[in-house]
């Protein structure tokens, strides 16, 4: 994916540390021997210049995982500080953040709003009237799609992912623009 990116001159990083994450516990020593986990997920983040980037930035996920296997984008549970950092963005930027979240090829890639159904009530700063409440009372910001399992296991899967990149290219620039005031 590093090369693809490279040709495509789209601004993501793609290697073994930052991109994979973690499948197994050392089990080497331990009674337990469950799997840490039963997915895998795959993260290349947007280039932007930051400690930690893999926990911060936005960019694009792919998932794996029995039946449920998915790609999504955005800011999933950002710490306290850089939520209420995204949210004044969003507020303050709400015609550039709403055309970004209405693009045709962004939509066709992400459909789906992730929800937990936990959203705030009120926001401290902020009213019900600002048109973009809905996302500000939000604990995160991410849009997803569905992938069929059967895509993970052919070269399609690399196409896909290319296709993800390139929809939510300017969606991760406009989030991690703020990063830079961290």
């Known amino acids: 994916m590093n090369e693809l990116f490279s040709q495509t001159n789209l601004p993501y990083i793609a290697d073994n540390k930052t991109s994979l994450f973690r499948i197994n516990r050392d089990i080497r020593f331990s009674t337990n021997k469950e799997p840490y986990k039963t997915?895998?997920?795959?993260?290349?983040?947007?280039?932007?210049?930051?400690?930690?980037?893999?926990?911060?930035?936005?960019?694009?996920?792919?998932?794996?995982?029995?039946?449920?296997?998915?790609?999504?984008?955005?800011?999933?549970?950002?710490?306290?500080?850089?939520?209420?950092?995204?949210?004044?963005?969003?507020?303050?930027?709400?015609?550039?953040?709403?055309?970004?979240?209405?693009?045709?090829?962004?939509?066709?890639?992400?459909?789906?709003?992730?929800?937990?159904?936990n959203d705030l009530k009120v926001v401290r700063g902020y009213r019900e009237s600002d048109p973009a409440f809905k996302f500000l009372k939000k604990k995160d910001i991410t849009y997803y799609c569905d992938i069929q399992q059967e895509v993970f296991y052919t070269e399609e899967l690399v196409s896909v992912t290319l296709k993800k990149a390139i929809a939510s290219r300017d969606f991760s620039i406009f989030l991690n623009d703020i990063l830079l005031e961290l």
């Not at 029995?66 to 850089?82: F, R, V, W």
Request: charged share 25%.
């Open 39 to 117: 997915n895998i997920g795959v993260f290349f983040p947007l280039k932007v210049n930051v400690d930690n980037i893999k926990k911060l930035a936005s960019g694009v996920y792919m998932h794996y995982q029995p039946n449920a296997c998915m790609a999504a984008t955005g800011m999933h549970n950002p710490e306290p500080a850089l939520l209420k950092l995204l949210r004044k963005k969003i507020s303050e930027n709400w015609y550039d953040f709403e055309s970004l979240i209405e693009d045709k090829l962004f939509n066709e890639q992400f459909p789906k709003l992730w929800t937990d159904g």
